[in-house]
């Protein structure tokens, strides 16, 4: 039952996007949350969970590191110019891992800050801007209530990102989880 749910979790997860991303840029991530730790709600300063910024560089680049958008967004985890010019970054080196990572920390950190911690907000700013949830926050009630901004893209958004940061904290175990379940199958073995 368990392999069941996980699989209709993950079915439509790109694995090899998810390994290459794991693989090529944990080291840069790991460095870069390190550099650029946030302010929590009780006032300590917190490291951001690296799988938190694959989720963002999967939803964002699929791992593509000079990705561009149509709106102008660039790099592995796709920032806009205005955005990079704020945080101090160069826009045009965000085709450089390290620059777009380091970038693209740097802006969580103060989502984070600016946000109290609270991750599904801090998205939400990261993609409909900085100030979105005040602006124009979903009116419904509910655990999401006033958390997103008003934006059908924004919405999509949060739960892509909130969904590959499940699956990022988990990555190591998911995998392991079904090599035994295909293990468990093709020996007709209950496990």
Known sequence: MLF???FIFFSSVDMSAAKMIDAEYSGIIEEAVKKYP???ADGSRKIIDP????AVIYVESRGKPDAKSGAGAYGLTQIMPQTAKLLGCDYKT???PENAVGCSVK???ALLTYNKGDIT???SGYNGGTYSTE???TEKNGRLAGKIYENPETKRYVVSVLRMFEFFKGFGKNEKMQVKSNI???LWKKC
């Open 38 to 40: 946030y302010i929590s």
């Open 184 to 186: 468990c199958l093709s």
């Open 121 to 123: 907000k801090t998205l």
């Open 107 to 109: 802006f969580l950190a």
């Open 4 to 6: 069941a749910v996980l």
């Open 135 to 137: 602006t124009k926050p």
């Open 51 to 54: 799988a938190l910024i694959k």
């Open 94 to 96: 965000l085709n450089v």
